[in-house]
């Protein structure tokens, strides 16, 4: 018999609160002298407030028992501990958060990274930082982000927030919303995070801190190579009858770093290799093979960079006005070094499968299809974010306040010019390529190549200037009007209503160069290439490593000078060596556009213009059940949102397969057609939070809401992209009509507060979902072929739940001194889906699953005394789903499990000077992806060990 998953869930929490509340009844003259009630201060660090910057999003909804959170200066990351959790105990609605130790100290590189400490919090890690979030399994897409309670922009080409460009030393108090509640400003299925930055008037005179550290970066887990500089410093003043104060804080980072990867970028399922090849196995027609293998080494240049502005002003006592600033840049520079080796299905003679029809040894003809690719790539990155904002707050009265906030907020990233993709191979003539598939936990290699460092045997082929991303540019502009009102009396608390406007704009556009002519005139490797005409030389990487390199990879390979590279493709010793035609259609539009360099192709363009009008109410009602206080928020978001696309349409007008390379094409596109459409969407979202405390230390919890989540941005577009490789020539689009993803979620939980700094909670979750945005495939006839057009539409539905544990505690009443200063924090979230089906099933019957449900955990470990602070910290996120349809072969991508563990410590010197390290995945931890089934290799990379030392100072 199936059990209904959000019945089981209340009977787990059930049974939680009927254990729990005998537990708590036996430890209740314990916890009565060593726990907080529910209005007891929280220990905070030195200086630092609530954090309510008056755009409504931190506010206490019981007002009669609001929590004074700077009534104990205390510092350190036990003091971070309490703050939270004296927050998560006070709130109505389900919140988790992390707070600084001191202001502008966080042991983290960045946001994301400090999150991941949050129950149900899991990140998304690339280049030895984490980039994006997911909340219970929710990704990146389904989580909303505020900076002070204001939707910030993001120029990650999605709806995904990147939390690498912000520095986690300017966060004060980062919150995470679990559960809905109308006042919330942005609302999404996953969650909503608002990261709240210190106060002018959280402090008293001048204040200032600042640290100076060395970052070390390296693949080794030594220290080792060089030594980077991390600075930052916070200042502020407020005057004497504190009614004015201005504050400030400076952020630099940098970072070199070096990663190697390896990937076969997609496999090709149902390949009917005996026609492709000519083989007369019946039994090579629903083949899978990758579609290639590229070893590379990333060579990385990583410096962060961001300011913070803060006024507070009160000018009469019923007004207080408040403006923030914020700028923040993050810039990558990776070099490439790449050794590919790439597959084409028209030249295997011989090959093996498994029962899933998975390829597990191939040999390729000896005619030189297959050729040692040397590639050299430069895909730069330089994101950088602005946020102005304005609040103003009047109270009409002691318990009424109406406030206006106005904010404004762009994000940019303009690299497409700068980056650039080359190729010069050599082809393995008179020899057989052999390809080995070795299982599921390294990656295939190939064995009897020809030699990698050969100078004097070296062939252009692929080649462009500027494309390897887009330029984005996002903005949002932000219009918020709230009233509330507090009541002394009585079991309503308090009413809130608001209204909001948001103004979004989302462009992309790629700039490179125009309408393929490098490729066209020289991919093939039919053009010799001198080496001394491009700067050819031996490259020589890092030592392999186990589970993310080749076996057997070649230990030296040719890479040679890009700028030399393109600039001798311009020149007649190389052109000459193409056939009359290509040389004509070359020269030509050398000639047009004067040069092979980036230009706009405005054919990539894409615009989404987004208003979207929201209203909202909500009460708080208190009061006693069977002499137990109890508090429920109710309220209601209205929500109406038009869009609309716009993009400029290219469509290829000739197509054939590229005759001195199979695996290529030459395509060529007609005008350019400008197009646009119209969407939009409105819904109501009520919503509605109970708590219940059972004892003063004992909390039950439960609520519902209906949230929504908008439709990717990529799928808004309106334009179409065509993926022209022989192999798998497929058209992509669009839909502006897609409707929001809505879920109607329950929350339930207990919740244990041992003292103010341990606490043990047990909450369960239940999410139907429904829109879930997928892409339906239709084959096409097209230019004389068979093309796959993909387009996105409103499909499907699944049921997410699970349960999430939490035990904090400290040692303070159990061990004798010195040890009394430890303490540990351990969280647990596991997650299921009603459309949780293996890789395999999805690829052979395409149906549905949701990606990113998987379980995480987190445990940590604390020492803090006298002058000693110290932190090991073992972070963990189980196997799941990356996408249901990667790459152009469009199949299944799963992650594997992934943990390492982190440390950080500090020393007091005296009260103003401390030093302090961190190490970053001291477990020498490695990504590893799969495509459908564990043996098909998708992607692995390493990225080593990140050590920081420095020094701190407070005065």
Not at 198 to 218: C, I, K, Q, Y
Request: net charge negative; charged share 15%.
């Amino acid at each position: 018999m199936q059990r209904n998953p959000m019945a089981l869930s209340v009977r787990l929490a059930l049974a939680a609160m009927g254990i729990a509340s005998m537990i708590g009844y036996n430890v209740q003259a314990h916890a009565q002298t060593s726990a907080p009630a529910p209005s007891t201060a929280a220990a905070a660090p030195s200086g630092q407030g609530s954090g309510d910057d008056g755009s409504g999003t931190n506010k206490t909804d019981n007002k009669k028992k609001a929590t004074n959170l700077t009534a104990i200066t205390v510092t350190g990351q036990l003091a971070a501990i309490q703050r939270a959790e004296s927050i998560k105990q006070n709130a109505v609605n389900v919140v988790d958060s992390i707070s600084a130790e001191e202001n502008g100290k966080f042991p983290d590189p960045n946001v994301a990274d400090a999150l991941q400490r949050v129950p149900g919090v899991s990140v998304n890690r690339s280049g030895g930082e984490s980039s994006q979030i997911a909340i219970r399994g929710f990704g990146p897409d389904f989580v909303a982000v505020t900076i002070n309670g204001r939707q910030m922009a993001t120029a990650s080409g999605t709806r995904a927030f990147d939390f690498n460009v912000l520095p986690a030393d300017i966060i004060s108090l980062a919150q995470v919303n679990k559960t809905s509640s109308a006042d919330i400003p942005e609302v999404d299925i996953g969650g909503v995070v608002d990261i709240q930055t210190a106060r002018p008037l959280d402090f008293s005179g001048f204040h200032a801190t600042g640290s100076a550290a060395g970052v070390n970066s390296n693949l080794t887990g030594s220290w080792a190579g060089k030594t980077t500089p991390k600075v930052s410093g916070l200042a502020g003043w407020t005057n004497a009858d504190h009614t004015f104060g201005v504050l400030a804080s400076v952020q630099y980072y940098k970072r070199d770093d070096t990663q190697i990867n390896t990937q076969a970028n997609s496999w090709y399922a149902n390949q009917n290799i005996s026609q492709l090849s000519g083989l007369t196995n019946p039994n090579y027609t629903r083949v899978a093979i990758p579609e290639t293998l590229a070893n590379n080494v990333v060579n990385e240049e990583r410096t962060r960079k961001s300011f913070t502005g803060a006024i507070d002003w009160r000018p009469i006592d019923q007004l207080t006005v408040k403006f923030d600033t914020l700028y923040a840049g993050y810039q990558i520079k990776p070099l490439e070094h790449e050794f590919g080796e790439y597959g084409n299905a028209s030249d295997l003679q011989s090959l093996t499968t498994d029962a899933n029809n998975t390829v597990l040894n191939y040999v390729r003809k000896n005619a030189g299809v297959m050729a040692n690719d040397y590639v050299v790539a430069y895909n730069p990155s330089n994101e950088k974010m602005v946020q102005n904002g304005l609040n103003l707050a009047f109270n009409l009265d002691p318990s009424s306040t109406i406030s206006l906030d106005v904010s404004n907020s762009k994000a940019w990233n303009k690299q497409s010019p700068y980056g650039y993709f080359a190729v010069i191979g050599a082809r393995n003539i008179g020899v057989n390529p052999t390809w080995t598939n070795n299982g599921s936990s390294e990656p295939p290699s190939y064995t009897n190549i020809i030699s990698t460092t050969n100078l004097n045997d070296l062939y252009a082929h692929c080649c462009n200037e500027g494309g390897q991303s887009n330029n984005v540019t996002s903005g949002v502009t932000q219009y918020q009007l709230n009233f509330d009102k507090n009541f002394e009396s009585g079991v309503l608390s308090s009413l809130e209503f608001g209204i909001q406007e948001n103004h979004d704009y989302d462009k992309s556009v790629n700039v490179a160069t125009p309408d393929g002519i490098l490729c066209n005139a020289y991919c093939g490797y039919a053009v010799s290439v001198p080496a001394s005409a491009v700067g050819a030389y031996v490259y020589t990487p890092p030592s392999p490593i186990s589970g993310v390199s080749q076996p057997g990879l070649p230990t030296q390979w040719i890479q040679y000078n890009v700028p030399q590279f393109m600039n001798w493709l311009t020149t007649p010793a190389a052109y000459n060596q193409l056939t009359p035609d290509k040389r004509t259609a070359l020269l030509a539009a050398l000639a047009q556009y004067g040069s092979f360099g980036p230009k706009v192709n405005p054919g990539s363009f894409n615009e989404v213009r987004e208003i979207e009008k929201a209203a909202f109410a909500k009460a708080v009602f208190e009061g006693t059940m069977w002499e137990k206080p109890w508090a429920v928020d109710i309220g209601a978001c209205y929500m109406h949102v038009n869009s609309e696309s716009q993009a400029i349409f290219q469509q290829p007008i000739s197509y054939r397969v590229d005759p001195n390379d199979s695996s290529a094409s030459q395509v060529a596109y007609g005008p350019l057609q400008p197009q646009s459409a119209k969407g939009g969407y409105h819904k109501w979202l009520p919503s509605m939070n109970f708590k219940l405390n059972l004892l003063d230390n004992l909390v039950y919890r439960f609520s519902a809401s209906k949230t929504l989540t908008p439709p990717q941005l990529s799928n808004l577009y309106y334009n179409q992209s065509f993926g022209t490789r022989p192999e798998s020539l497929t058209i992509s689009q669009g839909n502006p009509n897609l409707q929001p993803y809505t879920s109607t979620n329950f929350d339930t939980g207990m919740e244990w507060y041992i003292d103010d700094a341990s606490y043990l909670a047990l909450e369960t979750f239940y999410k139907r979902v429904s829109n879930f945005s997928t892409i339906v495939s239709t084959p096409v006839s097209f230019l004389g072929q068979t093309w796959s057009l993909s387009e996105p539409i409103n499909l499907n539905s699944a049921r997410i739940y699970g349960e999430e544990l939490t035990f904090n505690y400290q040692f303070k009443h159990v061990l004798p001194a010195p040890f009394d200063g430890l303490g540990m924090a351990f969280n647990y979230t596991h997650v299921q889906s009603s459309a949780n089906l293996s890789p395999g099933t999805i690829a052979a019957s395409g149906k549905f699953a949701v990606p990113g449900i998987g379980d995480s955990a987190n445990l940590s470990g604390y020492y803090e005394k006298g002058r000693w602070q110290v932190r090991l910290a073992y972070n963990w996120r189980g196997k799941y789903l990356e996408s249901i349809s990667y790459g152009s072969g469009a199949q299944p991508a799963t992650r594997t499990s992934y943990g390492e563990l982190d440390l950080s410590a500090s020393y007091k010197l005296s009260n103003h000077v401390s030093l302090f390290v961190s190490g970053t995945n001291l477990t020498q931890s490695h990504l590893y992806d799969y495509s459908a089934y564990p043996n098909r290799f998708l992607y692995a990379e390493a990225d080593g060990t990140v050590y920081t030392v420095g020094v701190r100072g407070t005065f």
